[in-house]
Nanobody
Framework: QVQLVESGGGSVQAGGSLRISCAASGATWLYNCMGWFRQAPGKEREGVAGIRTRGDRTFYADSVKGRFTISQDNAKNVVYLQMNSLKPEDTAMYYC???????????????RGQGTQVTVSS
């Protein structure tokens, strides 16, 4: 199985920055991309960013383009999401997930972490 553990969430004021991390372990050969989706209370799940584990192709939701950057350390099986110019509407639980790449990362619901809360105050 695949284990994903997030870290680095927290609270920040609008305009600030946060970086969240996701460490993968286990059967990492079962997927070829990783990324993040978020969910806020009363809102639909939104895929935020994804990256192929080989080749570094990336995907970003329009809502975060130019503000968020996804990167990875393949040697450590760690994916990062650098979030700059944060807005109150970015407030959500952020989940790390893994899956299969097809233009974006199509996440497997069995490969997801517990989530890390990001709260942006105005």
């Amino acid at each position: 199985q695949v284990q994903l553990v997030e870290s680095g969430g927290g609270s920040v004021q609008a305009g600030g920055s946060l970086r969240i991390s996701c460490a993968a372990s286990g059967a990492t050969w079962l997927y070829n991309c990783m990324g993040w989706f978020r969910q806020a209370p009363g809102k639909e799940r939104e895929g935020v960013a994804g990256i192929r584990t080989r080749g570094d192709r990336t995907f970003y939701a329009d809502s975060v383009k130019g503000r968020f950057t996804i990167s990875q350390d393949n040697a450590k099986n760690v994916v990062y999401l650098q979030m700059n110019s944060l807005k109150p509407e970015d407030t959500a639980m952020y989940y790390c997930a893994a899956g299969i790449w097809s233009g974006r990362c199509l996440y497997n619901d069995n490969y997801r972490g517990q989530g890390t809360q990001v709260t942006v105050s105005s």
